[in-house]
């Protein structure tokens, strides 16, 4: 069982930058073999996939990202801190939601991205936290 944190939200204004963490535990886990997802659900609309770092083999890890933030949102890994971040550059008042950081560990990548926009997919999430962009 991997338990997952995430921590970094707020409030910021139209235009903004913000950068959300998510810190993973647990007894047998090794961190650096995990995919991690980042989802966002806003009040009144299902959740859905923002952008993924997915684990390939060995240290290699694919990025893949939802269309509405590519360009503006970045993800990273740190191996050592068991933490991967967010990065929301340009942000705009429809990235208003809880984010949630989600993590798995798929043996095979999926060098379509695919399997990684399903959040059910994905066996351990964090509590979310909270982004309001205001304008």
């Known amino acids: 069982q991997v338990q997952l944190v995430e921590s970094g939200g707020g409030l910021v204004q139209v235009g903004g930058s913000l950068r959300v963490s998510c810190a993973a535990s647990g007894r047998t886990f090794s961190f650096s073999q995990y995919t991690m997802g980042w989802f966002r659900q806003a009040p009144g609309k299902e959740r859905e996939f923002v952008g993924v770092?997915?684990?390939?083999?060995?240290?290699?890890?694919?990025?893949f990202y939802a269309d509405f933030v590519k360009g503006r949102f970045t993800i990273s890994r740190d191996n050592a801190k068991n933490t991967v971040y967010l990065q929301m550059n340009s942000l705009k008042p429809e990235d208003t939601a809880v984010y949630y950081c989600?993590?798995?560990?798929?043996?095979?990548?999926?060098?379509?991205?695919?399997?990684?926009?399903?959040?059910?997919?994905?066996?351990?999430w964090g509590q979310g936290t909270q982004v309001t962009v205001s304008s």
């Open positions: 770092n997915s684990w390939s083999a060995g240290s290699v890890y694919y990025a």
């Open positions: 989600a993590a798995e560990h798929f043996p095979t990548y999926d060098s379509s991205g695919s399997t990684y926009t399903n959040g059910a997919a994905f066996g351990s």
